[in-house]
Each structure stands twice: as structure tokens, then as C-alpha cells.
């Protein structure tokens, strides 16, 4: 195919690639797409002939979004040529996927998990009081301030980069910290690294110390859930349109919502509004016998979004943004990372019963205690890709690292905040 080519103040336009200054090489969206597609298929590769990869469950999305990253660091550094891709796909992606969990969330099934659900809720609950409890233990050690400990405890790390951004500003006006939403957004893009990097190795450690269920001890899962990313699913071209409608409703009606909301008491980020409406309409709808989700095509939408938001999120990448973060700051973070690997191994695996079920939770425990919701599916996906299904898991982690988890890290953080150190 032959490539327009435009050359106008030093800026180079190449058919969706955008150089300037001839240091600076930015593709529009559909050579971001193209990028995260073969980012995604080098990951399959990646990990399928690399055996160490998939030993410790590492999901194809980090290996080949990683792989990407570092190739644009040397680059970076050897030429001094920057990348940059268009974002614009990453929000509607991140929306999707989870519009897919609330569209896929029974309540009936909800409550034959109810146990096991409020078990993880507690769990989860109690590493968020560690985890900005921790933070200010090691900026103190650290000679730092103590409200770096909470940038680089619950609110980056549990809460991503959207409650990063909104709490940032809020620790930047009332303590006068410079930079605090900047500072926020490097723990939250650290975490989703290391979320994604930990995941398998802790459940590699896990799985070693349980039963792993055989095929014939357990009922057939069928391949309607995010559990069962590489199955085959019988869908029809229908069926997609629907979903895509019905991923559609929830994206404006969740965005709406957030934005009725915005402001209050009851704020949430877009994303859980979105999985609320999904939740919603999904039961509203079938105890109004008018229409019943399509599972299986909920199923290969959700995991399509996932795989592409997390290979644009990881791709994009500015290792050398990170690599130039100071020094206690970097302590800091490898202590959250430290601590959330512990967390997993003796408090979350225990909690859950000690058992295959508990050690892929603990996978994705670690995913969205460090990193986001996403990457935890992604972990799970990785080990129960190579151990077998967990039907369990793949219901409670879901919901609590999804919607529970930003209004309970809301409560925490406020709570920490009305602390006598934290005083005016």
C-alpha cells in the first residue's frame, strides 16, 4: 500500500503517523490499533514460547505491552525518538469492559456467592487501611511527608489513575504538595505494572500448596464468563449487534450518571456507574421477561475491550518517566509491592480457604490492590488459563475490585484524612 507522506514546519504526517520535529513520532487511532493488535498477538507468541512466562502466568497482554515499552525506552534513549499514541480508544475500551461485567452479573448468582463475596469485601477492606497505613510508615522512614504516603498508598494504587487524579488535586490544595496529582498518576501507571507482573508468580507460589481440581470433580464451565478467554463461543452477527446496543445503553446512561453525580457526596468514577447500569439492565430486563443478555457474545466484547486497553495502557508506557522518579518515591513503591505480595500469601489466600479457588483470588487480588480491575482479570485469566476454571473467582473479584472497592477506598481515604497528623 502506498503511503501519503506530508512535510509541513518539521512536523511529517505518514498516514496516521505524525512525526515532529523529527523527534517525535505520534500515531492517530488507527495506528494505535494496529499497534495494540500486534502488540496482543506478540504477546500470545510470547508467552506460548517462552516457558518461564507462562509458568508463572504472566498475561499476554503485559508480556507483549512490556516487550513494547522497552523497545520505546531504547529508543528513547539511544536516538532520542519519542512515541506517542493516541488515547482516545483507551477510555471507550476501559468503559466496555466493564459494561460487560454488569451486563454478565446474575444477582442470583451473586447470592450463592454471598459468603465467600463478603469474606473478599473484608479482606479487601482491611488492605486499604494497611495500605495507606504502610505509606506513611515508609515516607516516614523515607524523610518524606506524610501525605506522599497516602499518594502512594490506596489512592494511587487501589484506586488507579481516575481516583489519582481526583484526590490529587485535593492533597495538592490542602497540603501544598507540588505536583501531587503527577506524583499520583506515576504510583497508579507503577502499579499496573507491577499488578500485572506479581499476579502469577504469587499464585504460581499458591497453587503449589492446594488440590487443583480435576475436570471430572467439577461441573463443565461453559465459556460465557471472561474465565475462558481462548474458548471457542457460538455467537451470530445479531447477537453482536445487541450487545454492542446494550454495551452502548450503559456507556451513556453510566457517563450521565457520573455526571448527575459529580460533585456530591455519592461521586463515582464513570466506570463503576457504567457496570451499575450494565448490572441493572441485565436483571431489569430479564425480570421483566423482555430480553435475556446473550452471555457468550457479553463474553468475547468484555475480553476483546480488556485486551485492548491493557496493550494500550502498557505500550504507552514512558518507562523513562518512571526511571527519573526520586528515589523515595521509588522506595515507597516497592514497599506497597512488598507488602501487597504478603497481603496475598498470608491474609487474602487464608481468608478464602486455602484452597485453588483462593489462590487465583489472591492472583487477582494483587492485580487491582496494585493496579486496576482489569489487570486482575487478566491475571486470573492466566492462571486458571494453565491451572483449570475457577467459576468462584472469576464471580466475587469482579464485582468487589470493580464497584465495592472505589466506594469503600472513598471512606478509607476521608477516614485518614480526619486523622490528628493530617490536621490543618
Known sequence: MLTALRASGGRIVLNGVLCEDKDMLELDGYGTLVAASLVLVFGQMLVRRVRWLAAYSIPEPVAGGLCMALVLFALHSLAGITVRFDQSLSQPLMLAFFACIGLNADLVSLRRGGR???????????????????????????????????????ISLSGGHGTSVAWGAVLSDRFDIPAATELALACATFGLVLGGLIGGPVAH???????????????????????????????????????????????????????????????????????????????????????????????????????????????????????????????LLLGQTMVMVAYAVFVTFPALGRNYDAA????????????????????????????GASPLAFLVVPMVGAFFIDIANAIVIKVFLSLPWFAA
Not at 489472591?362 to 486458571?384: D, E, K, R, S, Y
Open 205 to 331: 507460589l499458591l497453587v503449589r500448596r492446594v488440590r487443583i481440581p480435576a475436570k471430572e470433580d467439577t461441573h463443565p464451565v461453559m465459556p460465557t464468563t471472561f474465565e475462558q478467554p481462548n474458548e471457542i463461543r457460538l455467537i451470530t452477527a445479531p447477537a453482536m449487534i445487541e450487545t454492542l446496543a446494550l454495551i452502548a445503553v450503559c456507556l451513556l446512561a453510566g457517563q450521565a450518571l457520573a455526571s448527575v453525580l459529580r460533585g456530591s457526596w455519592l461521586a463515582l468514577p464513570s466506570f463503576v456507574c457504567v457496570l451499575f447500569v450494565g448490572v441493572m439492565l441485565r436483571n431489569g430486563l430479564a425480570k421483566l421477561g423482555w430480553y435475556a443478555v446473550f452471555e457468550r457474545a457479553v463474553s468475547v466484547m468484555g475480553n476483546v475491550s480488556l485486551s485492548l486497553f491493557l496493550a494500550i495502557a502498557l505500550m504507552s508506557l514512558r518507562l523513562w518517566e518512571l526511571a527519573a522518579l526520586a528515589l523515595p518515591l521509588l522506595g
Open 116 to 154: 465467600p463475596l463478603m469474606i473478599f469485601l473484608a479482606v479487601v477492606l482491611g488492605f486499604l487501611v494497611l495500605q495507606n497505613a504502610a505509606g506513611m510508615v515508609l515516607a516516614t522512614l523515607l524523610g518524606q511527608p506524610l501525605p506522599l504516603g497516602l499518594l502512594g498508598g490506596s
Open 360 to 387: 487465583v483470588i489472591a492472583a487477582g487480588h494483587c492485580g487491582f490492590g496494585l493496579g486496576a480491575t482489569p489487570t486482575a482479570i487478566a491475571n486470573m485469566q492466566a492462571v486458571t488459563g494453565r491451572f
